[in-house]
């Protein structure tokens, strides 16, 4: 409602007299670029040459015509556009055609201020736009004249000045870190910015020490958020270095913290943990990211603040959801997956959640979010956070934000004879139907058992109405591993990509095998399995679990480590 209060001020106030200020101080030179982490593709730069635009999984050829005037086929194709970060890929190939054609491109933009494009507009995809247009200025400007060199400069401040415009208006969360990283890019690379430097840097300084947990997480919990923000942080701090001005300190921590939560939430294949709107894991950037940490140790145990436990036995990795939901201001792409987990051994991911797609997310969205698509206890088939549904509050509210939810999570790790025990619940339940949620688990120490139990306890003074005591608990299944119920009905066999085999057994009750998706795909949603165990609170109000490494698999392992490394073959 602030955001909302605050855009209707500035409308109300004249946007056209906002949007004539001039950015202070003479923007006719351009003193530094800014590198650009993100991967580059060389071959890409002949498709944009041949008018053959592909973003987002969608292909538009111009025929002759202005890109930037064609319809776009999706958002997720028109932000990827209007962002120009396919700059870099034209710089990847760094020829003096491409130069001509990034050019020509950048010129058809600059030069029609005047096209009416609302996500354009949009803070998320100006703040891309002033990044890239920074970070690609040798490729644009190299080899051009005076007239041009201007024209730029004078189109990249009135993009400034839309960014400073939309501040009023901007998302809570990583879109204001992007914008207000972007004024600092923007402070720094243009001459004759100091008092711009100076208030951009201690704007930036206040958010990071806001968003930024003490552990490293992000304030919304979404570990793809620390790859959205490093990628441009890290650059952001050598652009400091650069001009031979001190980064804040609170850019230096920032990034201190952070750099170890990329291994934390990493599985064994490399795959981040999909928790909270994380998608498909961009192992390019991930692999650049990791290039700057210099710790290069084993992945802490416990994220306290974030909400997040980590077991790492052998081979196996375990990552569970321990915390209640953020914030509401940035919780648009928040997930009721309180104690859900994710389970892997070696490279091979097991357990997990359905995660979020790349693009077209709001065919899913509804979904994605609820506690069904989250390896966890479901009860009366519904989540254990609530969101907001009407439309025009999600119009107004830019998004979807939990209104309620888990308020008491408790987490109590400790070290035990035959593990590591930890112990967690949550009270998303107890508004409605008074219920707690318990979670135990206990994963041994060589790695090849993981034993759970799912308890449902009434609250003090609550009772279990009659037609609500339905539960379900669900453990979804990566597509690469192979699922096949026991002859007995109390159990399934997995078989992982390896050959490696494991089983899950919950002896006291009906297991079933159901579909399930796997919406974090690189190529887009895909057909899994889920093992579902239903249960009434009323009469079962626990059920015990485990999956275990087969004999087999385990001497394999073990046969595999102690086997000593293969001689070298004579050159």
């Given at each position: ?226 790859i959205e923000l490093l990628i441009d942080l890290l650059p952001l701090r050598q652009t400091f270095a650069a001009r031979n001005i001190a980064p804040p300190p609170a850019l230096l921590n920032a990034i201190d913290r952070m750099m170890p939560m990329l291994r934390f939430f990493r599985h064994g294949d490399g795959s981040f943990a999909m928790f909270n709107g994380m998608s498909s894991t961009p192992s390019d950037l991930l692999a650049t990211l990791l290039a700057y940490d210099d710790a290069h140790g084993a992945p802490m145990a416990s994220m306290p603040h974030t909400g997040f436990e980590r077991f790492d036995a052998d081979t196996m990795t375990v990552i569970m959801d321990t915390g209640p939901p953020p914030p509401p201001n940035v919780s648009q792409d928040a997930h009721a997956g309180c104690l859900s987990f994710e389970f892997s051994s070696g490279p091979s991911r097991i357990v997990i959640n359905c995660g979020m797609p790349s693009t077209g997310r709001d065919n899913w969205r509804s979904f994605a979010r609820s ?201």
């Open positions: 409602m602030g955001r909302f209060a605050r855009n209707l001020i500035a409308r109300a106030s004249g946007g056209s007299l906002a949007l004539s200020r001039l950015w202070p101080g003479r923007t006719d030179r351009l003193i530094i670029a800014p590198h650009d982490l993100r991967t580059a593709d060389a071959t890409r730069a002949a498709e944009i040459y041949a008018g053959r635009f592909v973003f987002a999984g969608k292909i538009v050829t111009c025929q002759g015509r202005s890109i930037f005037d064609l319809e776009p086929p999706s958002e997720d194709w028109e932000v990827a556009l209007l962002g120009f970060g396919w700059l870099r890929h034209l710089r990847a190939a760094d020829t003096a055609l491409t130069r001509a054609n990034a050019r020509s491109l950048v010129d058809d933009w600059i030069s029609n201020p005047s096209r009416k494009r609302p996500v354009a507009r949009r803070a998320d995809v100006l703040a891309r736009r002033v990044i890239s247009l920074l970070s690609q200025a040798p490729l644009v400007l190299g080899d051009t004249d005076g007239k041009f060199y201007r024209r730029y400069l004078r189109g990249l401040a009135r993009e400034i000045r839309y960014l400073r415009y939309a501040m009023v208006d901007i998302a809570d969360g990583v879109p204001r870190l992007q914008m207000l990283v972007a004024l600092c890019y923007a402070s720094l690379c243009l001459a004759n910015q100091a008092r711009h430097i100076r208030g951009a840097t201690r704007k930036l300084a206040d958010e990071l020490q806001r968003q930024i947990l003490p552990d490293g997480g992000h304030i919304s919990r979404n570990p793809g958020a620390l506690t069904v698509a989250h390896s966890t206890l479901t009860y009366h088939d519904t989540s254990s956070c609530q969101f907001v549904e009407l439309s025009a509050m999600k119009r107004l509210l830019q998004g979807a934000p939990v209104v309620s939810g888990p308020v008491n999570v408790e987490s109590y790790r400790e070290v035990v004879a035959n593990g590591v025990l930890l112990t967690a619940s949550h009270d998303g339940y107890v508004a409605r139907f008074g219920l707690v949620h318990r979670r135990v688990l206990m994963v041994a120490p060589d790695g090849s058992r993981l034993d759970g139990e799912d308890t449902l306890s009434p609250a003090p003074g609550a009772r279990i109405k009659k037609g609500e005591s339905d539960y379900a608990l669900r453990f979804h299944l990566h597509p690469a591993v192979k699922a096949s119920r026991l002859s007995d009905g109390r159990g399934v066999m997995l078989v992982l990509p390896n050959r490696d085999a494991w089983t899950f057994e919950a002896l006291d009750d009906k297991v079933d095998l159901e579909d399930s998706v796997f919406l974090a795909g690189n190529d887009g949603p895909r057909r899994t399995a889920q093992i579902v165990i239903r249960q009434d609170s009323r009469h079962a109000p626990s059920i015990r679990w485990s999956f275990a490494r087969s004999s087999a698999s385990a001497a394999a392992v073990t046969a595999r480590r102690s086997a000593p490394p293969e001689p070298e073959l004579p050159l």
